[in-house]
């Protein structure tokens, strides 16, 4: 069991406060932003007041396994710092497809905020989760990255197991993520001898070069009715999707995808495309 529990509500309007104050006993303490701040904030306010010599991240849209606290310590024990677990989406035998897979991490190849524990001391020596990289939604992966950098050795921990409820995903949502990938511009420069740690999406300088396969090459070898046809036989076979969440992807959130990370690159003067 965990000596104490630190919610913290990042501005929420849904119900949440007033379901939050009525946990607030015993071990359990509830922090309120005063306006929403993103998850790397409220993570670092929750580390700022939490009294114990070590802090444990998890997701209010994660449940975890049994055993999940008491593997994800004993993890700790082999590392120099941090260490992670498994998050994996729904269930075991789940086989979802995108954007459903985006948060499914059931390997544990990347460290994910919400299965992830920390020595205090490393955590505050390190300065925490950096706001910058929470419109990447990517602010653990670069915190792990940068503790990599300095040195601290980590473990991964395949038994401690969180289980990622069912996402809502739009239209909307879904394009938002497409700036998630034009956070390695600014990893790669930053961090050139370590960004790769945990499996980077990156070919030399190309984001993601599979995209260019479906957006250059394709085209230009299947006329475009026949690639349609392809995909509306790819979106039969693959039955239960959303039709609109399917046709966003091909090719809009595609497109999108390689504007963000030209336009970092430009603003970074960095090659990367």
């Known amino acids: 069991m965990p000596d104490e529990i ?18 607030a006993v015993g071990k359990i303490r509830v922090l309120r932003n005063k306006t929403a701040g993103g998850s790397a904030s409220a993570r670092n306010l929750g580390v700022e007041i939490a009294t114990g010599a070590v802090v444990v991240f998890i997701d209010d849209d994660c449940v975890a396994d ?14 120099d710092g941090f260490a ?9 035998n789940y086989h979802g497809h995108f954007p459903e897979k985006i948060v499914n991490n059931s390997n544990g190849r990347w460290p994910g905020g919400a299965n992830l524990i920390f020595d205090k ?21 670069e915190l ?31 394009l938002d993520s497409a700036k998630n ?10 961090y050139p001898d370590t960004y790769w740690e945990f499996g980077a999406p990156v070919w030399g300088r190309v984001a993601a070069p599979a995209d260019y396969i479906f ?4 085209p230009t070898l299947i006329p475009p009715a026949l690639i349609l046809l392809i995909l509306l036989i790819r979106y039969w076979l693959l039955g239960g999707r959303d039709l609109k969440l399917f046709f966003a992807k091909w090719p809009v959130w595609l497109v999108l995808r390689r ?7 430009w603003q970074r003067r960095y090659l990367m495309i």
């Open 215 to 218: 957006l250059i090459f394709l």
């Open 121 to 141: 001391q490393v955590f505050e020596r390190l300065g925490g989760f950096a706001d910058e990289f929470w419109q990447y939604r990517n602010e653990d992966t």
């Open 6 to 23: 630190v919610v913290v509500d990042d501005a929420s309007t849904d119900g949440t406060r007033e379901y939050l104050e009525q946990l």
């Open 144 to 174: 792990a990255i940068r503790a990599v950098s300095r040195g601290i050795r980590y473990a991964r921990v395949r038994g401690a197991v969180v289980y990622h409820q069912q996402s809502q995903w739009s239209v909307g949502t879904l």
């Open 84 to 92: 992670f677990g498994r998050t994996v989406y729904r269930s075991e």
């Open 259 to 265: 504007w963000w990370v030209w336009k970092e690159a």
């Open 66 to 79: 049994e055993e999940w606290l008491e593997n994800l310590v004993g993890g700790l024990k082999e590392s």
């Open 181 to 190: 990938l034009s956070v390695w511009v600014i990893l790669q420069q930053r």
